[in-house]
């Protein structure tokens, strides 16, 4: 199992860190204590993470905030990732913005709260039913071509949009919930293989529903002594090679035990048994 991967034209540690837990409940203002938070990232890159992904809508806002307060100046090789198209008018709640207007709008915050010339990759945070998929589309790739992303990326998407958008430019990544137990993109998951693009599965443990699957992970994690989360980690990172699972946490301790799932090397026993836990729909 390969532990680093291309992205765009660096080389990256494949097991990232998502910045969306860092803020409070709902993703919704402070977290309960911000130094943990900050201490959470500075310890991600630490332990050899070299990619971070955020949203300006974590917060709204606020993940970026600290992810500048603990991490600038970066380091050369850290990749931070975030998202834009998406607003927030409360805890827990979602709308999407897919007009090019807040597209530019929020990429500017972005670059502004990061503290950056250029966004390395940004990403469409979901299509707006509202607004033709191409229109939201375009304005990325206009905003690229002015030099203020470098990367364009996708997210929540099916296999229809992302040949779309592969029709309009090129993409760099897609970032789709996926886990051992939802494998409902495993479609999209596989054009990306095709095309060599990045799969950034959100959600990595999502799907636990108890019972029999449940069941299976726990005594597979029995077996390496480790706990049911990192088995699905290891999951992902030997299930594909363009797996990019982005765990989040915001507590050291929690961040720790993740990072141990780059050293668990699941057998082909182990690997039939969690492959068959959930089919794609």
């Known amino acids: 199992m390969d532990k680093t991967m291309q992205l765009g034209d660096k080389i990256i540690n494949r097991l990232g860190f998502g910045a969306m837990r860092i803020t409070g ?13 900050k201490a959470t990232l500075k310890r991600a890159v630490e332990l050899g993470v070299n990619f971070i992904d955020t949203a300006d809508a974590y917060g709204p806002a606020l993940s ?94 099916s296999v229809e949009q992302l040949q779309t958008a592969m029709g309009m430019g090129q993409i760099t990544s897609v970032q789709n919930s996926y886990s051992v137990l939802n494998r409902v993109s495993e479609d999209v998951l ?50 594909s090679p363009v797996c990019l699972p982005i765990p989040g946490t915001g507590r050291v301790e929690h961040l720790e035990q993740n990072m141990k799932a780059l050293n668990i090397i699941l057998d082909e026993d182990d690997i039939t048994l969690l492959d068959a836990l959930a089919q794609p729909e």
């Open 64 to 157: 970026e905030d600290l992810i500048h307060d603990a991490l600038s100046p970066y380091s050369e090789d850290l990749v931070i990732a975030t998202k834009g198209g998406q607003t927030r008018t409360g805890p827990g709640v979602w709308v999407p913005d897919g007009t090019p207007e807040h597209i530019r709008e929020a990429v500017e915050g972005s670059l502004h709260r990061l503290g950056v010339e250029q966004i390395y990759l940004y990403q469409l945070h979901r299509p707006d039913p509202k607004v033709p998929f191409e229109t939201s589309v375009k304005a990325f790739f206009d905003l690229q071509a002015e030099g203020k992303i470098k990367h364009v990326g996708l997210s929540n998407i």
């Open 25 to 37: 409940e709902g993703i919704w203002g402070p977290p309960k204590n911000i130094e943990e938070a």
């Open 190 to 239: 596989k054009v990306c293989e095709e095309n060599s693009i990045a799969f950034i599965p959100y959600f990595p443990m999502g799907g636990n529903a108890g019972g029999l699957n449940q069941q299976t992970i726990d005594e597979i994690a029995k077996k390496h002594d480790v706990t049911s989360r990192q088995i699905g980690l290891a999951w992902l990172l030997q299930h």
